[in-house]
């Protein structure tokens, strides 16, 4: 399997900045996608930003201009740096990455994992 370790939430006054990390780790895996969800209380998971391997980003409208998702894929870790936060922003970040995992007598099978989720809280 591939794990997500996340890091980098914390408590930020509005108009703050946070950068989060996701670091992926396991044996022998190559990543198609990595992408940062979040889950507000009550509400459900929603899209914020993903980069596919090509380098193409995606990032949901609440969220241009404010958010930058990045990879490093040397170190297969996907970061998400996020700008003049507001309380709207506060939720549970998770981190997800999908693409192909070898096994160990060489079958390719796809994998979908999730980290364990970071808390962001904006407020004063």
């Known amino acids: 399997q591939v794990q997500l370790v996340e890091s980098g939430g914390g408590l930020v006054q509005p108009g703050g900045s946070l950068t989060l990390s996701c670091a992926a780790s396991g044996s022998r895996f190559s990543i198609d996608y990595m992408g940062w969800y979040r889950q507000a209380p009550g509400a459900q998971r929603e899209l914020v930003a993903a980069?596919?391997?090509?380098?193409?980003?995606n990032y949901a409208d609440s969220v241009k201009g404010r958010f930058t998702i990045s990879r490093d894929s040397a170190k297969n870790t996907v970061y998400l740096q996020m700008n003049s936060l507001n309380p709207e922003d506060t939720a549970v970040y998770y981190c997800n990455a999908k693409g192909i995992l070898v096994i160990n007598n060489g079958v390719r099978r796809p994998f979908d994992s999730w980290g364990q989720g970071t808390q962001v809280t904006v407020s004063s």
């Open positions: 980069i596919i391997s090509g380098g193409t980003t």
